[in-house]
């Protein structure tokens, strides 16, 4: 018991959502501003600054009560790893340091509700069978650096699909300033290709307001190119939180299926652990582009979308 | 750590069936009394009188390791909401208010062991995607009424097919009486037909004996129409108690598939959290009906059951 | 919370595999020394030297965030019973008896790493179903029954195919010495044949080394014959721990495929509770023979491994 914490975050709510393939629906949701889950999480004290940590943690869906991730039982995060003055190793289910740089620094949404960065945004999220090294902050600069092995221990090599990620960011804060460059690297299943990204984000803090602001970068397959530029506020006073976001993606090939999004959200905060939230998403898709607002459990079915729910953090 | 609590039931035994399609049959079985689960829970004081509140409870069958609920990881129940003055609005998979007047007024088995009321009677557990709101008690009065939403919010209107659910139950007690009246609707998922259920249960304290009466209207799809009627008695005494019940089920249509169940049960309390435990049930069915005698985590395969078993709650 | 006790393995390494299909593999792999798991487990004192006690224990892949044992929750362990003077006797999915010879008894590397005497010898591992009783020990003597009910229970009798199992230990320590007999009996699904293995095992420790020796007679179905025999070292100093192993399967029946063994490893404990470890295992198969090497967590795919990992219990 002593050895082990117990976290989670219970989200439910109601999502309507608009322009769906089957027109305008109205239902309930799990884990819309953040995916509901259940963690495990330990650290122990090695001695010489050296500590053993880990953490186990599972989505699921408060609706129905499924595994979330498709059934993973710890589909969010599972890892284990050493802690120490050279900074951090840890191997497992990890998130990707490209995700940090969306999810942390470009999102006013932190990748939840109608709003998120990721209904456009490549998010790269995680990585299985991946080794990570996180450096310690010095002056102001950090760095994380993984590498995700493709499965090659399979017992057949037919399902050595999920080949190899590698992915990195480096970052600088000095007082209200939050800057982080990423790039993230994953071969093609099946082709001898592979789909980059790389963003740039920053955040600058002043007084209740956070401007946030990213731009990425992205190569998929046969020469698919596109560029995201974000602009997005918070803005945070007592127990009120609003969040601004804009994103515009334009798609760079031919098909030209650029996409712009409009985010706001708005928080109540009952407890610092729990919150009532609404929030409105909306994407114009150009030229048979077809992104969709989601959340943070579901990547959503229309082009517009509501949320008002409750999230208690545990 | 400090703000989630665990508590579950391990229940395991032997269970011998008579009467199934494979003859006589034994061998071990979970959960027999009451299901075995593994369950969190918490609830944050937000002042005011205001409370959040979440449970997480999944189901697992201890002799094979199995996820019960057909592979749910809080299959049982999964919600959170907020409690106030003003009573109890949760959101999330829960029990129907009309399972309540079943499992905890109408049978002295609680829906458990091979006596269990729903051998015969509807129990209509679990409601997904559900808002339910329950009243405070006042001056004995209470209520609480659901609704679940049909999934309209999934990718694939073909998968729309749970449809909507509403139950609610009202209920009354004084001193030694508790009478519920409950009432349960679900839409069918293919017809535009529906299926009604509604039960007046009822038990009476008397020293270290509990007198239990219920009965239920079933209207369902096409005209079908049955009552049942069940008499019941829980006799408590320092660690020992004993459980009976009889139930007859009137099919009120053509085709008069009548049934009637005996039920007997026998607790030995090793402590308030640990019970030996025994049971009998058998079912005379008519015309062809075909009730079975299951427990708590199985609807059974024969027209009588002894179960023994231990049960342990933590 | 003060009811149930949480405990775990995250265990995580380098797998590197030697003559599979797919050649000579490397990646991440999960639980090589020891099964990664999450359990929860309890005891209640019931007077009279009477307790209940519970075991919920679930395997996961660290790697994949999937779950263990092919998607059971608590696909390790899961029990509950009673222990008293008389002993304890156990309902669940369990252990068998002869497992615990092969594991604590017989193998340096308890069943795990490279060298683990499974990959050769049989493990019985785990018995669905199942009814423990375990003496408690008396001058040294203590002896465990086993008995797997064949889940004659499913509803349909085509699933009655994991037919019944019997196992047994008797065990035997005195100072430095620690003796065990077992025998596991199991019936074949299909055919009205069974499979039986018997295994005697012993470990004498003197000062840091520990000798481990056990011999192994294996009769399958259509009189296949076959017996183990194994040689084993321990030596523990300070946070070092050495295992050898070397295992010679002689194959009784006409095919002669035969396999020799040999196992090497190593383990660093950065606390009791964290180690680093590596090992080396290699088999020699004759006659198309197709034993491969694997570890605590896969059955390996090819005749040689190596495992470089962190271990981690909670």
Redesign the interface.
Known sequence: ?S??????V????V?A?YGT??GN??????GLASGSR?G?K?S?D??SG?S?V?V?E?G????????G?G????????????RGTFGTVT???QYSPYYQAIRDVADPFEDGMAGQATNLMAGNYRM????VYATPRVAGWSAEVAYG?????D???VN?ARKRQFSGMLSYTQGPLLVMLAHHHREDALLPDHVRHTALAARYTLGDVMGHVAVADNRGLAAERSRDVLLGVTWKNGPHRVLLSAIARNDRSAAQRDARQLGAGYLYG??P??DLYAAYGHIDNDNGAAFTVGNAT?SG?GNAAVNLG?R?I?
Do not use: C, W
């Not at 629906?25 to 799990?30: A, L």
């Open positions: 018991q050895h082990v914490q117990i976290y989670g219970v989200d439910a709510g999502l959502e393939p089957a629906t109205t239902g309930i949701g799990s259940l495990f330990g122990e090695l001695g050296l053993a880990f186990l599972g699921y869906h408060v609706d129905t009560g499924a595994m991730q059934g993973l039982i710890f589909g969010r995060q599972a890892f284990v790893g050493l191997v497992g289910r299985d069978n991946s080794v092995a493709g499965e090659e221990t017992k057949l090599a050595d009952l407890s652990r729990t579901d079915n409750l208690h545990f």
